[in-house]
């Protein structure tokens, strides 16, 4: 399929544009954009400032991808956004630069971001992330792979979720979400393991009992945050892939981990 420009859509000169790209009516490229093969833009759809797309995104219309950060410590330059492959981008959602001259919002593959999300400033997303309608995502966050966002869902800013967790729609998460879990309520609380994702994504048998172990300890056992860490560290199941993860993401949480129901 050869690139396709409609007669009424814009792109800058200095606009970088791979393969097989097409870019519908009224649609605006800006001149430091850097589009990947495969890509398409709807009617009405922009990118703009300092941001690379990667292979194969959608961006449908009235989305802004590039968009100067609203981070009122911006102090001018030339920050950008930096996108995987395979990204969708449904109707006017907004994903903005950095703050900083250089610096990046960042996401990784096969994430989909349905009408009305935002990513703001300087968070950086993995890959395969669902966000649904009306999703809010603070700046600095940091989410990891596979986690699945209910709509209206909305992060604090310097919050991280970690990877394979659900957040429950209409949720307000101002502390760090750890791996595999289920977060429901404003603020968020740990209600269950993500079970149904989990299994979804191929997590079965020893696995999955390891998850469960991980919830009682942390947030069934009548633990203190401490107390808890310290009975995973010294639990049989310590080296296991599921516990590294909890463990890890615990000792570079800033903002404290979320508590349980």
Do not use: W
Not at 241 to 248: Q, T
Request: glycine share 12%; aromatic share 6%.
């Amino acid at each position: 399929m050869a690139t396709e420009i409609h007669p009424t859509a814009v792109v800058e000169e200095g606009a970088q544009l791979g393969v097989d790209i097409n870019i519908g009516p009224l649609a605006y490229v800006g001149a430091d954009v850097q589009l990947g093969d495969g890509s398409r833009l709807h009617h009405h759809a922009a990118v703009e400032g300092k941001s690379v797309l990667g292979a194969g995104c959608e961006i449908f219309p009235f989305a802004n991808i590039g968009g100067k950060t609203q981070d009122l410590k911006y102090k001018g330059g030339n920050p950008g956004v930096r996108i995987g492959e395979r990204n969708v981008f449904r109707e006017y959602v907004t994903v903005h630069t950095g703050t900083d001259d250089g610096s990046e919002t960042v996401l990784g593959d096969d994430n989909m971001f349905l009408a009305q999300c935002h990513v703001a400033h300087d968070c950086v997303i993995g890959s395969h992330v669902i966000a649904s309608n009306n999703t809010l995502i603070g700046g600095h966050c940091i989410v990891e792979n596979h986690v699945v966002f209910g709509g209206f869902s909305g992060v604090h800013q310097f919050c991280r979720i970690g990877a394979h967790a659900m957040i429950s729609a209409y949720t307000k998460i101002v502390q760090d979400i750890p791996p595999y879990m289920l977060a429901d309520g404003q603020p968020a609380i740990i209600r269950a393991i993500n079970r149904v994702g989990l299994e979804r994504r191929g997590f079965e048998g020893e696995s999955l009992d390891r998850i469960k172990k991980l919830f009682r300890i942390m947030f069934r056992d009548g633990l203190n945050r401490s107390q808890a860490i310290e009975k995973l560290k010294a639990h049989e199941a310590v080296d296991s892939a599921e516990f590294r993860a909890v463990l890890d993401f615990a000792a570079e949480s800033e903002r404290g981990l979320a508590p349980g129901a």
